[in-house]
């Protein structure tokens, strides 16, 4: 078989400062490789040749599209008196201010949608007139990266009992309660009404160890106190929820006490639980006309059935700490430019040494001192070259404020077991992490941001320098990501070492990190601080208490509030506890962003002298890793 022949011209490769720039028209093809042919007329002469014959213009739009828009291709115009034509113009020349209409891309590369619809064109001694064109506007290119939006939707007979300020009958699914055993309490002034399917459903969830038998169990307890000395008739008339001692209860609790028959479309399984309490919601609608009635479900295809059959249905919010994630406190906050201009009037300053470092203080007052709050992080980084402030809120009085001015972390002489911070956010949690005030810690940020390496560092640096804590004990949700693979052999912690893997990679760079050890250095370096790391399993933590340990809560955005309030209050004399997490990652079931245990905490304890925490906002993992954050 003949080789094929090499190419007769070398192969060019362009810089990208060499390529036209974009220009708002329509994109063409290279004119080297599919330039239009010049049309010969009946007597073997090109359109150039005969000028002087009148030609009709056609506009022909090129569909090729390219991913960087090049200059059009001048169009071949012949008109009465031109002496040239844009035939006779090279390719390669520059564009001119003469200027042709092109219709603007519909389906193509997205234009701006102020920008004028037109191209440059060859140069022609006789202008031709300009066409209007109106400019179609492109549809603007969907983002790289959508985030999910929780959306509280009220139903409308809800709605349209707030505006009249009535009282409304929610009807409860079996699921609220298993989600929430206190869901009976958390309805206001509204009355709640438990149909008798509802109570069925309860007695089968009652047994076994799980959080769902354990949340039934907990709710039989709570209605059976609710109907202890009650009469007969007292219950037909309703049972006042505040009778326990919850006083924002001010409904009353009904029961189904006889049986309410609704007309189902035909289809629907009569047996089946879900259409039974569909049913009753219909019911209860026809015998209380006037009053809204709002069937409450966590289950989204009961919602689904409800909204179809015409009947108003809402999901369960009261779980929720936020609406939107985006207004959870993030630990940091930016001063105005002006800041030291409007709060350094009477400012003090003074240094105090504190765990043997010395650290500057500053007292200011101001109108920006009421917005934060104690343990919040406050930097400064102005343009005009002059140096940046980074400092942390210690003491608030109303319009007074006493900032600490924060170590840095990131020069080579503060590193933390081998490991300095890479960014600002680092450094403000690398502050919080080897602060022995501070003793509950929150570090929120995606993959890569270093969230488990700076507690696993900073972990060592207290309990194997400084001897601050005794060891460090490690645990996490072992929720999977994928199917499961079924029992593990061992004790414990052989167990939980599948789940530690993030563990052990970091372990291994910190242990990388000291070059002049050498390998058995290093051996004997590994096997001490494994001996000062325990792996605990979250399922015996009841009744623990904590003394002098690091305990570090990994994964904590699948922990649900009352499993994180049991870790939580583990915490003994001494201790200090970290959670780590990514709230874009949640893997356990029925739980969200805005319900998520992590969440919860970090609304809860922000404000608090003792607690601190920072969302990591750059991913220092790999450049691979970054960009899969953003596009995927």
């Known amino acids: 078989m003949p080789l094929p022949k090499l190419p007769t011209k070398p192969a060019t490769l362009l810089l990208a400062k060499d390529y036209p720039k974009a220009s708002g028209a329509n994109p063409v093809p290279f004119p080297e490789h599919d330039e239009v042919p010049k049309k010969k007329s009946a007597r073997g002469k090109s359109a150039s040749e005969r000028s002087e014959q009148s030609i009709p213009v056609l506009d022909v739009v090129t569909p090729t599209v390219l991913a960087e828009p090049l200059p059009p291709v001048a169009k071949k115009t012949a008109r009465k008196g031109a002496a040239k034509t844009a035939a006779e ?129 907990q709710v039989s307890r709570t209605l059976d106190a609710l109907v202890a000395n009650t009469d007969d008739d007292a219950i037909e008339q309703g049972i006042p929820l505040s009778k326990l001692g919850n006083k924002d209860a001010k409904g009353r609790l009904f029961f189904q006490t006889r049986l309410q028959i609704a007309d189902l479309p035909e289809g629907l399984p009569q047996g089946k639980a879900d259409n039974q309490i569909l049913a009753v919601v219909r019911s209860l609608e026809a015998d209380q006309e006037g009053r809204a009635v709002v069937l409450v479900s966590k289950d989204i295809n009961m919602r689904i059935k409800a909204r179809a059959l015409g009947l108003p249905a809402e999901d369960y919010f009261n ?97 933390v077991w081998g490991v300095t911070a890479r960014n600002r956010e680092q450094n403000f949690a690398l502050n919080l992490l080897m602060d022995p005030e501070c003793d509950f810690v929150t570090l929120l940020g995606q993959a890569g941001t270093g969230k488990t390496l700076l507690a696993l560092a900073s ?22 990501v994928g199917e499961d693979i079924g029992f593990l052999p061992g004790t414990e912690e052989e167990k939980m070492g599948p789940w530690m893997g993030a563990f052990d990679d970091n372990l291994e760079v910190l242990n990388k990190s000291d070059n002049d050890a050498g390998e058995w250095g290093r051996a004997a370096t590994q096997d001490l601080i494994r001996s000062r790391i325990k792996i605990k399993s979250l399922n015996f933590m009841r009744g623990r208490t904590f003394v002098n340990k ?83």
């Open 550 to 632: 690091f305990l570090i809560i990994d994964e904590a955005q699948n922990l649900t509030p009352k499993q994180i309030k049991t870790l939580v209050t583990r915490a003994g004399p001494g201790t200090k506890i970290l959670c780590l997490g990514n709230i874009a990652q949640i893997d356990t079931p029925y739980l969200t962003e805005g319900s998520s245990g992590l969440t919860y905490v970090v609304d809860r304890f922000k404000g608090w002298a003792h607690s601190g925490h920072v969302t990591l906002a750059r991913g220092e993992r790999s450049r691979l890793a970054d960009h899969a954050s953003d596009v995927l």
């Open 89 to 217: 113009t090279p390719a390669v020349a520059a564009p001119t201010p003469a200027k042709v209409n092109y219709p603007a891309p519909v389906a193509a590369a997205p234009a701006p949608a102020a920008a004028p619809v037109a191209a440059e064109a060859a140069p022609a001694t006789a202008k031709a007139p300009r066409a209007k064109v109106t400019p179609i506007k492109a549809e603007a290119p969907h983002p790289a990266k959508h985030k999910p939006v929780e959306v509280t939707i009220k139903s409308s007979t809800s709605r349209h009992a707030d505006q009249i300020g009535g009282t409304k009958l929610f009807v409860l699914d079996t699921n609220v309660l298993m989600h929430d055993p206190t869901s009976l309490f958390r309805f206001e002034e509204h009355d709640v009404y438990l149909p008798m399917m509802t109570l069925e459903e309860l007695d089968n969830h009652k047994k076994g160890m799980s959080e769902v038998a354990r949340n039934a169990r």
């Open 459 to 480: 972990g060592l640096a207290q309990v194997l320098e400084t001897k601050l804590y005794n060891e460090i004990i490690v645990t996490r949700v072992t929720v999977p």
């Open 319 to 415: 779980d929720h700490v936020l609406e939107d994630t985006d207004l959870l406190y993030s630990g940091i906050v930016q001063l105005p430019d002006d800041f030291w201009n409007k709060h350094g009037k009477d400012m003090e300053s003074w240094q105090e040494n504190k765990n043997g470092y010395s650290t500057t203080f500053y007292r200011v007052t101001g109108p920006f001192v009421p917005s934060l709050l104690v343990n919040q992080f406050v930097y400064l980084e102005p343009n005009n070259g002059e140096a940046s402030f980074y400092g942390q809120v210690k003491q608030l009085n109303g319009k007074t404020a006493v900032i600490r001015v924060l170590r840095d972390y990131s020069h080579n002489k503060n590193n």
